[in-house]
């Protein structure tokens, strides 16, 4: 069984740990808030300030909105499933689905400043977070985003 | 869920409009019906939008403030935001809006920084 990975701005640290919670979601937008609220409540055990959380929460919001509404194409019966683990560096969300197959790579940065309804949600996902990782198998798509705490960007950004 | 008021119209035509609470993807159709309805109903020169109470927003109600923006440009005003909280801001600067819409720190700075509306033509012809 073979599949395919890409990965953007760096590679993944293969971080091992089980993950803090697991949610199975039907697909549907007017349930997104749950998960908004959970993984708002993951970056502050994480200690994120208000903008760092603001940003990884609105990130996967973006991403399962994806899964929604262009993997599993609104169908609320399709079930897709969010994963968050804490590392020692960062907060980590793999979003599992088995819509479509998605290539995160592929897909390009539409001018943000256009105006037109969609289109920006892969745009920002890029912008917010400080990995992307996409695998696509016969088993289905995960897209893991990675947020790194303020302490692990003030270290990378040390001389 | 978003809700969109008519603060005040300052004069001489700019409405002042609060928008309060999230902003999900559900939310972006009924946000989009408000403006439209209260831009209709004030028939106003430039727009203000204080943010201040929004405290999340996704990227649909983003294409929908350009599409206002486009709506108020067509009108010969401007469009401009007031009082983002931080968590907002990021995302509008992330997409480059600040570019195109000018974030004021509050609905004060907003208002100082319109341009001041032009002299109505017919006023001009009465002198000729």
């Known amino acids: 069984m073979s599949a395919t990975v890409h990965t953007e701005k760096e590679p993944a640290s293969g971080h091992g740990s089980p993950p803090l919670f697991a949610l199975s979601m039907r697909s549907e937008l007017q349930l997104l808030p749950v998960v908004r609220l959970a993984l708002e409540e993951v970056c502050r055990l994480a200690n994120f300030d208000a903008s760092r959380a603001h940003e990884f929460t609105l990130a996967v919001y973006e991403a399962c909105a994806n899964v929604i509404l262009h993997a599993h194409q609104k169908q609320a019966d399709r079930v897709y499933r969010v994963e968050v683990c804490m590392t020692s560096d960062g907060v980590e969300a793999s979003i599992h689905d088995q819509g479509t197959p998605f290539d995160f790579q592929a897909v390009p940065d539409l001018d943000p400043t256009q105006p037109r309804r969609g289109g920006r949600g892969v745009y920002l996902i890029r912008r917010l977070v400080d990995r992307v990782t996409a695998e696509s198998s016969p088993a289905g798509n995960v897209l893991r985003l990675f947020k790194r705490t303020a302490a692990e960007d003030a270290m990378k950004e040390a001389p | ?128």
Not at chain 2, 48 to 56: A, E, I, K, N
Not at chain 2, 65 to 70: N, Q
Not at chain 2, 86 to 91: D, I, L, N, R
């Open chain 2, 1 to 128: 869920m978003i809700e969109i008021t008519l603060v005040r119209v300052h004069p001489p035509r700019t409405a002042i409009l609060r928008l309060a609470g999230e902003v999900n993807y559900v939310d972006v159709p009924g946000a989009e019906q408000s403006f439209e309805r209260i831009y209709q109903n004030a028939n106003p020169l430039h727009v203000v939008l204080d943010l201040s109470g929004l405290t999340f927003l996704v990227t649909p109600f983003i294409g929908a403030v350009l599409c206002w923006r486009e709506m108020v440009l067509r009108g010969g005003g401007v469009l401009a935001l007031a009082g983002c909280r931080s968590g907002t801001e990021a995302a509008f600067r992330h997409l480059l809006l600040d570019r195109l819409i000018p974030l004021a720190a509050d609905v004060e700075s907003a208002l100082a920084r319109l341009p001041t509306e032009q002299t109505p033509k017919k006023e001009d012809s009465a002198h000729g």
